[in-house]
Nanobody, 122 residues
Framework: VQLQASGGGLVQAGGSLRLSCAAS????????MAWFRQAPGKEREFVAS????????GYADSVRGRFTISRDNAKNTLYLQMNSLKLEDTGVYFC????????????????WGQGTQVTVSS
């Protein structure tokens, strides 16, 4: 399976970005998908996940209410709409695919995209 993340960039605090993750090589709708992020010098952390059907989503406390994860199974694409961005949202964002429902744990996700850089400036 291949995952290709895109949509990152430089944005001012308070602004918005929409990340995309294109998947190929497997039955997309059958798997949990998630976004993680990694800031310089920090561990990779969970951001959001969504069930295969797209009906159930979970969020880290730090992004709940500002970020929305979604998926289009017909297009094999995962999204992350990020609003009201803060300086602390800066990092490399990774999409990932796994088979454990509602997991926030990196080791439960076996396929990873290459990451896309998000930089929030003041």
């Amino acid at each position: 399976v291949q995952l290709q993340a895109s949509g990152g960039g430089l944005v001012q605090a308070g602004g918005s970005l929409r990340l995309s993750c294109a998947a190929s090589g497997r039955t997309f709708s059958g798997y949990e998908m998630a976004w993680f992020r990694q800031a310089p010098g920090k561990e990779r952390e969970f951001v959001a996940s969504i069930s295969g059907s797209g009906t159930t989503a979970g969020y880290a406390d730090s992004v709940r209410g500002r970020f929305t994860i979604s998926r289009d199974n017909a297009k094999n694409t995962l999204y992350l709409q990020m609003n009201s961005l803060k300086l602390e949202d800066t990092g490399v964002y990774f999409c990932a695919s796994g088979s454990v429902r509602y997991s926030t744990t990196k080791s439960d996700y076996h396929y990873w995209g290459q990451g896309t850089q998000v930089t929030v400036s003041s």
